[in-house]
């Protein structure tokens, strides 16, 4: 039996949720991927559109995929196993997360695929829209950046996916923003540059760009690895690395990734 409670009131008693006892529920065991719904005319979509594509489609949406697989391949081996005819490849994902997109006619925003355990061999898989849209003054404007105290664990191999499980990057986040930030900037156990609790970091020094290495305990963005490559094709070299904060103060510019938000860039670092 389960007790709701709301901001007001205790409601209902209510016995028929299925999930409340489950460890997605429970304990935050799952994954998930936040995808961009993009189209062919967005300035800030970095994919190519080809004449075959639809004009409204889910960007980086094979990569989404290849990596929420893995992720469950690594951290819950059981229902990889056991489920391996929805996660052989990406068609299963692909199917029902485009027939989400075209079913609806949603046009911006996001879509959410969350797989959860209930429990460490079995599975649940939600498909969520929201709208989250950055707006063309943020790109003029730029974000601040806040340094925080708490640290990645480069350890921590959990930080490679998204994970449930996500109330650090959360808390933090709303943390920094009542302080006037934008979004936080971690530093690891070994005080080198991390990463945002919802972004990767870069900065340009000359013709040089500059990031964080995986090993640095982050989360490799599938932005990430798509910057990097158009940085290559530029003719920038790109140096992935340790590096203290202080190397920040030295580059010429500074911007921030993530699948939604494509490329921000950093007006103002609050140490």
């Not at 943020?138 to 480069?154: A, C, I, M, Q």
Request: proline share 2%; charged share 20%.
């Amino acid at each position: 039996m389960l007790q709701a409670v709301d901001n007001n009131s205790f409601k209902t008693c209510l016995s028929n949720i299925p999930f409340t006892n489950e460890l997605s529920f429970s304990q935050g065991i799952g994954l998930f991927e936040t995808i961009k719904i993009a189209t062919c005319n967005n300035e800030n979509v970095d994919s190519n559109c080809d004449e075959n594509m639809d004009d409204t489609y889910l960007d980086f949406l094979d990569e989404h995929i290849t990596r929420i697989i893995k992720g469950v391949k690594e951290l819950l081996p059981e229902i990889y196993s056991d489920n391996l005819d929805y996660f052989k490849d990406v068609k299963f994902f692909k199917y029902i997360l485009n027939n989400f997109l075209h079913s609806n006619k949603y046009q911006q925003g996001a879509i959410k695929l969350v797989i959860a355990a209930s429990s460490f061999k079995s599975m649940r898989v939600f498909i969520n829209y929201e709208f989250r849209v950055y707006q063309k003054q943020d790109y003029e404007t730029g974000f601040t950046l806040k340094l925080v105290s708490h640290k990645r664990n480069n350890s921590n191999n959990l930080l490679s996916y998204k994970t449930l499980s996500n109330m650090e990057n959360m808390y933090i986040l709303h943390q920094v923003r009542n302080e006037g930030a934008n979004e936080a900037l971690f530093l690891n156990t070994d005080n080198y540059i991390a990463e945002g609790s919802i972004s990767n970091i870069f900065w340009i020094k000359d013709k040089t760009l500059y990031t964080p290495s995986c090993s640095c305990g982050i989360l490799p963005g599938i932005m990430r690895n798509a910057t990097i490559n158009k940085y290559l094709k530029l003719g920038y070299e790109v140096l992935e690395g340790e590096y203290p904060v202080s190397h920040l103060k030295n580059a010429d510019r500074i911007f921030i990734t993530n699948s939604l938000m494509g490329e921000m860039k950093v007006t103002n670092i609050l140490f």
